[in-house]
């Protein structure tokens, strides 16, 4: 009989601790205003801090300017702007790809954008020999000399939302510096020979060589620009991003303007420059502090 009080009571407990675990699970968590208007502001005061990873990817033209002519052949008996350099600017497309690593505080954002840039841009010039006793004994060669290259670029930029609702337009500026990676050129040359005492009109294969050595190992500019963010409702942001990246410093080396042998033979020597650049590109942001589908990281600015 003992055995069996024993028993019923330890029985007894059980079912008590099982009831009282049950209930525990049952609860829920408040769902007042003022517990609803209390999380409210713990998410709004999260959401004033939050990092970004992102990619994007695009096209750019380049507009180089001219700080100082230079050529490998000296006129003697006419002017030296008849064979002058002509820049085409905006003409060529090149790209880039970025990786974005973000910042945001209260609407701003302290951004670092290293990025892989592929420039391009042109120029022609011609040449022209005549007789000084034929006027029709002569032979004219026309350049189009295509520049190629690739820059590693190092960004620091400061963002501003201008609004924080779905769609957030921003303002931007910065300072970027150039690493130089790769460089080539692409010479075709064309024209027309009278010394034959006949019209021949010729065009050479194109000359294609390695131009690193006659680039500036880096040269550093200024950035401003604008673009768009787009919440997608899952903590993702597409962007839509427009920079123009305006040169401060030299992009050739004055040390080696003249050391190529083959673009020598065909009059060429680089003239000094500056490069700058307008660049289009898309891309998609990630939040790093949380990624969960429940809560919308812009659904509060």
């Known amino acids: 009989m003992f055995k069996m009080k024993r028993l019923s009571l330890l029985l007894l407990c059980c079912l008590l601790i099982t009831a009282a675990s049950g209930q525990e699970k049952k609860r829920k968590k408040p769902s007042s205003p003022a ?4 999380k409210a502001r713990e998410d709004a005061k999260f959401l004033n801090k939050q990092w970004w990873l992102g990619f994007k990817a695009g096209a750019n033209y380049s507009k180089v300017s001219v700080e100082k002519t230079y050529s490998a052949i000296s006129p003697t008996n ?3 702007s008849s064979i002058a350099k002509k820049y085409k600017n905006y003409d060529l497309v090149g790209s880039q790809a970025t990786l974005e690593v973000t910042f945001y505080f209260k609407g701003f954002s302290f ?13 022609t010039n011609s040449y022209e020999w005549s007789s000084e006793t034929d006027a029709d004994n002569h032979v004219q ?7 190629k290259v690739d820059h590693a670029i190092i960004p620091l930029i400061v963002k501003y939302d201008i609004t924080g609702d779905k769609i957030r337009p ?12 790769n460089a080539s050129k692409e010479v075709s040359i064309n024209g027309i020979d009278n010394a034959a005492g006949g019209v021949n009109e010729f065009k050479d294969e194109a000359l294609i060589l390695g131009a690193k050595d006659l680039f500036a190992k880096n040269h550093w500019g200024l950035l401003g620009g604008a673009g768009l963010n787009y919440n997608l409702g899952n903590n993702v942001r597409l962007n ?4 123009y990246r305006y040169g401060m410093s030299n992009i050739v080396s004055t040390k080696n303007r003249y050391d ?12 000094d ?18 990624l969960s589908s429940g809560f919308k990281t812009l659904d509060l600015k």
């Open 170 to 181: 921003y303002v931007q500026i910065g300072v970027y510096s150039a690493i130089l990676i």
């Open 111 to 123: 951004s670092f954008q290293p990025t892989y840039q592929h420039s391009r841009f042109f120029y």
């Open 35 to 38: 517990y609803k208007e209390k």
């Open 141 to 147: 060669l026309n350049f189009e000399q295509e520049q």
């Open 260 to 271: 190529s042998d083959r673009l020598a033979g065909v009059g060429d020597a680089m003239d």
């Open 273 to 290: 420059l500056t490069l700058d650049n307008l660049t289009i590109s898309v891309g998609c942001l990630f939040p790093l502090r949380f």
């Open 240 to 243: 839509l991003d427009v920079i």
């Open 78 to 80: 006419y002017e030296f």
